[in-house]
């Protein structure tokens, strides 16, 4: 199936797969001109307005937290679900993708789904799992998780361990849908690339999987977030007691 104009048939998937594209329907929106959000290469360099630290200020605000490295692995952990849930969700209902090079990609750092991205022209590419990686991957969680560290001292072991945590919540909504709907065909597609993908050296190590289910290595410090605890995929079987200032990586 041809990628249409509005990406549509992301839409019944839920909010985290929809990709919203430029130009859209006016009013669409309530919140800024989209057209003039930073785009996602120009968060992950941290030019211009930081729309990185504005993320991780509104995350740590919502989260009610005083420590910038937990707001950081949330909110890349967040990032990462929306970009591999529109990815996989193209690559499975459409067998492509669009390009999603992070200069196509605007991104509101103030909103939440689906309104914090846009793609701002459509250009289609292959939807095989080596395209995935390279979008995704090497597109733009590898400079995203190279900003954090530099600019959060977040352990490059953990945000990996988001990223396939992400990953394996997209994979696990895909394959629940299609199976609702009666399109295994669809569930296996989704279960086949997802598997290529945790192949991945950057993934292989991030956990272990089981069926749809995904137990990480490391753990997104959720725990610390007042009232928080662990996650369903976290290391942890309860919440560690830890210092102020640690983090698992």
Same mark, same amino acid.
């Given at each position: 199936?041809?990628?249409?104009? &509005? %990406?549509?048939?992301?839409?019944? %998937?839920?909010?985290?797969? $929809?990709?919203? !594209?430029?130009p #859209?329907?006016?009013?669409a929106?309530? #919140?800024?001109?989209p *057209?003039?959000?930073?785009?996602?290469?120009?968060?992950?360099e941290?030019v211009?307005?930081d729309?990185?630290? $504005?993320?991780? &200020?509104?995350?740590?605000?919502? %989260?009610? !937290? *005083?420590?910038?490295?937990?707001?950081?692995s949330?909110?890349?952990?967040?990032l990462?679900?929306r970009?591999? @849930?529109v990815a996989?969700g193209?690559?499975?209902r459409?067998?492509?993708?669009?390009?999603?090079?992070?200069?196509?990609?605007?991104?509101?750092?103030?909103?939440?789904?689906?309104?914090?991205?846009?793609?701002?022209?459509?250009?289609?590419?292959? *939807?095989?799992?080596a395209?995935?990686?390279a979008? $995704?991957?090497?597109g733009?969680?590898?400079?995203?998780t190279?900003?954090?560290?530099?600019?959060?001292? @977040?352990?490059?072991?953990?945000?990996?361990?988001?990223?396939?945590?992400a990953?394996?919540?997209a994979?696990?909504?895909?394959?629940?849908?299609?199976?609702?709907? #009666?399109?295994?065909?669809?569930?296996?597609?989704a279960?086949?690339?997802?598997?290529?993908?945790? &192949?991945?050296?950057?993934?292989?190590?991030?956990?272990?999987?089981?069926?749809?289910?995904?137990?990480?290595?490391s753990?997104?410090?959720?725990?610390?977030?007042p009232?928080?605890?662990?996650?369903?995929?976290?290391?942890?079987?309860r919440?560690?007691? @830890?210092?102020?200032?640690?983090? @698992?990586?």
């Amino acid at each position: 199936m041809d990628l249409d104009p &509005a %990406l549509a048939a992301l839409r019944p %998937l839920g909010g985290f797969f $929809v990709l919203r !594209t430029l130009p #859209g329907p006016a009013g669409a929106t309530d #919140g800024p001109d989209p *057209g003039r959000l930073p785009t996602l290469a120009e968060a992950y360099e941290r030019v211009g307005p930081d729309a990185l630290a $504005v993320r991780v &200020a509104v995350v740590a605000d919502r %989260l009610r !937290t *005083g420590e910038p490295r937990v707001a950081a692995s949330i909110a890349q952990q967040g990032l990462a679900a929306r970009l591999w @849930s529109v990815a996989l969700g193209c690559a499975v209902r459409y067998g492509r993708l669009p390009d999603l090079g992070p200069h196509l990609l605007r991104w509101d750092p103030l909103a939440a789904a689906p309104d914090d991205l846009y793609l701002t022209e459509l250009r289609p590419r292959p *939807g095989d799992a080596a395209d995935l990686a390279a979008a $995704v991957l090497h597109g733009h969680l590898e400079p995203l998780t190279r900003a954090l560290t530099a600019g959060y001292g @977040s352990a490059p072991g953990l945000l990996w361990g988001n990223a396939g945590s992400a990953l394996a919540g997209a994979a696990r909504e895909l394959d629940r849908w299609a199976r609702a709907h #009666g399109r295994t065909d669809l569930a296996d597609r989704a279960r086949a690339l997802t598997d290529e993908l945790f &192949a991945q050296p950057l993934l292989r190590a991030t956990g272990t999987r089981t069926g749809t289910a995904f137990r990480r290595r490391s753990c997104c410090l959720y725990y610390r977030v007042p009232g928080g605890g662990v996650c369903g995929d976290c290391c942890f079987p309860r919440p560690p007691r @830890s210092s102020p200032g640690a983090a @698992s990586g």
